[in-house]
């Protein structure tokens, strides 16, 4: 009976897969080759949230994500982290179900599931959002960096084509609230890859037509979708640092967390070691041991958020190193 009711709520719970069709979502198709890249992230997504959904335990979802290919195993744990965070903020059935999943192997992902309970802040009423669980105060932001990418992703037309912000955001609780909307648009520009079909050429095209105080956090997004989820030979990776300009720092910066994110969770593949390279001028490990290096030890002083003050550590030290000037 319990298992029964477990594939239903999987049933009830999860997204239809012809939701991550580029023609579903109108998406540009740069090749057949991008095309089934990005579908299968969206298909490794929602299947790892169909694991969360159906999971008696969260730790129960572990050994059927650790099946999945390495190239996407990242992604599905994002799903779960959403898949569970839609748990938590249900008003029934327990809160406690990412904290639970990052006791184990999630742990490795944290930068992933942090941005799966964004995702989930996009399905879940407001008033729940204090039952979702990321505690961490420097990481926390990247949960809006997953709500700004899901309202792209879905509601393509207002908040890429029409350039819509959320002024004010209300989450965190503590803020700032002025920089939540930075956040999102790093969302938004990670979106962007997706949007364009992994064309960066289109991406930049596409960037340059927002006000020039958002194009900073955009191509940081869309940077950070080059590094983790690829797509981009070479050239297109030059193209793109090139037409970022003056942004190309927080490309570089954006490529180092991409970067961090795989080392961590030992997934690094081809791809990320080449838009580490082209893109930060230096190896995926040496882009974590960065990372790790300048991360700040007080997160919540001062007057700017310690993740933006970490941000512009990385941007400022890579951008010293030779490949990274635009």
């Not at 572990?62 to 290919?69: D, K, N, S, T, V």
């Not at 289109?202 to 958002?214: C, M, N, S, T």
């Not at 955009?218 to 070479?234: D, F, K, N, Q, R």
Request: proline letters at 6%; hydrophobic letters at 40%; glycine letters at 10%.
């Amino acid at each position: 009976m319990a298992s029964a009711w477990r594939a239903l709520r999987r049933r009830i719970l999860t997204p239809s897969m012809t939701e991550t069709k580029l023609s579903t979502r109108g998406f540009y198709v740069k090749s057949p080759d991008a095309r089934e890249l990005l579908e299968t992230v969206g298909e490794m997504f929602l299947t790892g949230y169909a694991y969360a959904a159906e999971a008696r335990d969260p730790l129960d979802a572990e050994a059927r994500l650790e099946e999945l290919p390495r190239q996407f195993r990242g992604f599905a744990y994002e799903g779960a982290g959403m898949g569970f965070a839609v748990r938590d903020g249900l008003p029934f059935g327990g809160t406690r179900h990412v904290a639970r999943f990052l006791e184990g192997q999630a742990s490795k992902h944290i930068y992933m599931v942090y941005v799966g309970v964004g995702w989930a802040m996009a399905r879940v009423p407001g008033f729940r959002w204090s039952k979702l669980h990321a505690p961490d105060p420097l990481l926390r932001w990247l949960a809006l960096d997953g709500y700004g990418f899901h309202q792209a992703y879905f509601e393509t037309d207002k908040y890429v084509h029409e350039q819509h912000q959320e002024p004010d955001f209300r989450w965190p609780a503590d803020g700032p609230r002025w920089y939540a909307e930075r956040v999102i648009d790093q969302g938004i520009g990670r979106a962007m890859w997706f949007v364009c079909g992994t064309d960066a050429e289109l991406v930049a095209d596409l960037i340059d037509k927002f006000p020039e105080i958002r194009r900073a956090d955009l191509y940081s997004g869309a940077g950070l979708a080059a590094t983790y989820a690829g797509g981009a030979e070479e050239d297109e990776l030059r193209l793109l640092r090139f037409r970022a300009g003056q942004h190309a720092p927080m490309i570089a910066q954006a490529g180092a967390f991409a970067a961090t994110a795989r080392v961590e969770a030992g997934l690094v593949v081809p791809h990320t070691k080449l838009a580490t390279r082209i893109l930060c001028g230096t190896t995926p490990e040496a882009a974590a041991a960065l990372c790790d290096r300048v991360r700040p030890e007080d997160p919540v002083g001062g007057e700017m958020p310690g993740y933006e003050v970490w941000r512009q550590r990385i941007a400022a030290e890579l951008n010293e190193r030779q490949g990274v000037q635009p």
